[in-house]
């Protein structure tokens, strides 16, 4: 991520002064600024001031007020002493502000800023960024210390050194210092580092900072991160998802649906404890089909469709040729007056196919369209092909009827909540009540 655009500069600015008003105890801790400041108000101005296709390519959104505090739920022991709470991609410090009203308070307000600059600690790419957590955990302990002390104190500045502009994937000493690290990483693909042991190509940027926490913290450490969900159902990250396990002991995964209205990404929150003895168990990332329970793919062969429509290219024998667009759904397709030519598989009905594309709000995530007919068929790319192993069309008529029920939206956004649904998630779901 680059540095932060100048045009978030200004608000850094109005945060830096807010503090120093609040150390030198010239406002009000329930001033209206105070409350915006230490609440989403960070996220709706880099909202106002920073392009989406720009926050999209940098990872940059906030974790905001409310999916800070159900990260940080019972972070903390009952007792604080030697607690230390990192953050290796901080942003504006929304996770620490929530590690910080879990610290108690001391008589003054400057031992308290003391007590808590030895508690917290955080880094990110962008110094704008690390500048306004600062600040915002300044004006955050000045407004926890006078509601319970009941007056108002004054104080030098006592900032917060190692929340600083760093690289949270080159810092080391932080995290094997920590007791606790929470961290909201950004979400964007980048190449997989040399040496990469479960990927190639490009990976996402939240599954290197958490195998990067899990590396270099101490045993029994505890972490808290919120992923994109993409890391906890895609079978491209079942090696990462092995790797994860190995270096822990997970608590548990909780899922959360979309980030925000700005951030179209379905998330999770992950709580775990490194540990090299403690095992997670196999079914914690979603859940499994348990033995005996009949699932679409032992009824059905699962492939995702062959064609890549702007990559193939046109040659071979002609076919009927369906794509996701425009494909109805719900019915059964006989006449399929698209066609074209492809050297690749054809598949030749009864067949169903399902849209690869899905969200978690849909009333049904598995639309299917019957396909039946004498010719063989092309299939595009973004359409899941459902074959009956038996060859039977009453199989898949059956399953087209169950596929309305309920209970297939709702297993699958257990399984898996990310807008393409993998052949291995739709193999295992159990078949619905009422399938054959």
Not at 84 to 105: N, Q, Y
Not at 131 to 138: I, K, N, Q, S
Not at 303 to 331: M, N, S
């Amino acid at each position: 991520m680059n540095e932060t655009p100048t045009a978030f500069d200004p608000y850094v600015r109005h945060l830096q002064g807010l503090a120093m008003r609040a150390l030198a105890g010239g406002i009000s801790p329930d001033e209206s600024a105070v409350i915006n400041a230490l609440g989403d108000e960070p996220s709706d101005e880099l909202a106002r001031t920073l392009r989406v296709a720009d926050r999209k390519q940098g990872g940059i959104y906030f974790t905001g007020d409310v999916l800070a505090r159900s990260l940080t739920e019972d972070l903390l022991p009952s007792h604080t002493h030697s607690i230390r709470i990192h953050d290796p991609a901080c942003g504006v410090g929304d996770l620490l502000l929530k590690g910080a009203s879990l610290l108690p308070v001391q008589s003054t307000l400057r031992d308290t800023l003391s007590d808590w600059r030895q508690t917290l600690s955080g880094t990110d790419l962008s110094g704008s960024f690390t500048a306004a957590a600062r600040a915002r955990l300044m004006i955050y302990a000045y407004v926890r210390w006078s509601h319970q002390m009941q007056r108002v104190d004054r104080c030098d500045a006592i900032g917060f050194p190692q929340i600083r502009k760093a690289n949270g994937l080159r810092t080391r000493k932080a995290l094997s210092d920590a007791t606790h690290v929470v961290l909201n990483p950004p979400y964007t693909m980048v190449p997989a580092p040399p040496g990469c042991s479960w990927a190639s190509g490009k990976v996402n940027l939240a599954a290197l900072f958490v195998e990067h926490a899990l590396t270099h913290v101490t045993n029994g450490t505890e972490i808290r991160a919120l992923l994109p969900d993409v890391l906890r159902s895609g079978s491209r990250y079942e090696r990462w998802r092995k790797l994860i396990e190995d270096k822990g002991a997970i608590h548990a995964v909780r899922l959360h649906g979309q980030f925000s209205d700005n951030a179209d990404v379905d998330v999770f929150e992950l709580h775990m404890t490194a540990s090299v003895s403690s095992k997670s168990m196999g079914d914690a990332w979603y859940p499994r089909t348990s033995p005996g329970i009949l699932t679409i793919g032992e009824l059905f062969i699962v492939r995702v469709g062959p064609v890549v429509p702007h990559r193939d290219p046109i040659a071979g024998p002609e076919a009927p040729y369906i794509t996701a667009q425009g494909l109805p759904k719900w019915v059964t397709v006989r006449n399929i007056e698209t066609r074209r030519r492809f050297s690749g598989t054809l598949y030749e009905p009864p067949f169903i196919v399902v849209r690869r594309t899905s969200r978690s709000d849909d009333e049904n995530r598995l639309i299917p369209t019957l396909v039946v007919g004498p010719d063989k068929v092309a299939v595009e790319n973004h359409l899941v092909i459902l074959q009956p192993r038996d060859k039977q069309l009453k199989t898949c008529r059956s399953l087209v009827k169950s596929l309305r029920s309920p209970t297939v939206t709702n297993w699958l956004n257990q399984r898996i909540r990310c807008r393409h649904l993998t052949v291995s998630a739709i193999k295992e779901m159990p078949l619905p009540v009422g399938t054959p």
